[in-house]
T-cell receptor
Framework: SQQGEEDPQALSIQEGENATMNCSYK?????LQWYRQNSGRGLVHLIL?????REKHSGRLRVTLDTSKKSSSLLITASRAADTASYFC??????????????FGQGTILTVHP | KAGVTQTPRYLIKTRGQQVTLSCSPI?????VSWYQQTPGQGLQFLFE???????NKGNFPGRFSGRQFSNSRSEMNVSTLELGDSALYLC????????????FGPGTRLTVT
């Protein structure tokens, strides 16, 4: 079962615009991560935000985390055609034996038009 | 450092057969996790190995099994293949001390006919 729900399922924008993707989850987490996947290939790690952090930046990426609402957002600024990919949020669920287990959302398909 | 490698990249098997997939983690990483990705179910966790021990297991039938060797390389095996096992199988490695990000391999595309 999926821990996360992502919104929107698909997003189409022009180069230079900003893209915002949202993720909601159900249970308490240790951290939340965002990954990118190009055309059915392996996933590339983008950013990790811990449960006690509210915002994190990496280059053109900005991630926010609201644990009270159990939600996160990923903002990609000044998007490029090369950003076209599927984006997934993944949670490391708190408690129990969560070793090595990430629970993924269904993903957002981002298309950036040149 | 070399990334995570998976072999083979593509595989076609017939229902009822068995298959073994291999994953070599990043040097120094002791944890290897396996995931199955399908259009219908998305990315689902199969199991995780650390220092040759399975520490965590997802909700998959016993036909799915795995192991890890002393050099941290891991294999997963699927016996009595079913059509629904057609998927992209991804492995990911990490140092093993959380919280941590996972580094994914390119995946093995398994098609069951």
């Amino acid at each position: 079962s999926q821990q996360g729900e992502e919104d929107p399922q698909a997003l189409s924008i022009q180069e230079g615009e900003n893209a915002t993707m949202n993720c909601s989850y159900k249970t308490s987490i240790n951290n939340l991560q965002w990954y990118r996947q190009n055309s059915g290939r392996g996933l590339v790690h983008l950013i990790l935000i811990r449960s006690n952090e509210r915002e994190k930046h990496s280059g053109r990426l900005r991630v926010t985390l609201d644990t009270s609402k159990k939600s996160s957002s990923l903002l990609i600024t000044a998007s490029r055609a090369a950003d076209t990919a599927s984006y997934f949020c993944a949670t490391d669920v708190a408690g129990g034996t969560s070793y090595g287990k990430l629970t993924f959302g269904q993903g957002t398909i981002l298309t950036v038009h040149p | 450092k070399a990334g995570v490698t998976q072999t083979p990249r593509y595989l076609i098997k017939t229902r009822g057969q068995q298959v073994t997939l291999s994953c070599s983690p990043i040097s120094g990483h002791r944890s290897v996790s396996w995931y199955q990705q399908t259009p219908g179910q998305g990315l689902q966790f199969l199991f995780e190995y650390f220092s040759e021990t399975q520490r965590n297991k997802g909700n998959f039938p016993g036909r799915f099994s795995g192991r890890q060797f002393s050099n941290s390389r891991s294999e997963m095996n699927v016996s009595t293949l079913e059509l629904g096992d057609s998927a992209l199988y991804l492995c990911a490695s990490s140092p093993g001390q959380g919280p941590y990000e996972q580094y994914f391999g390119p995946g093995t595309r398994l098609t069951v006919t």
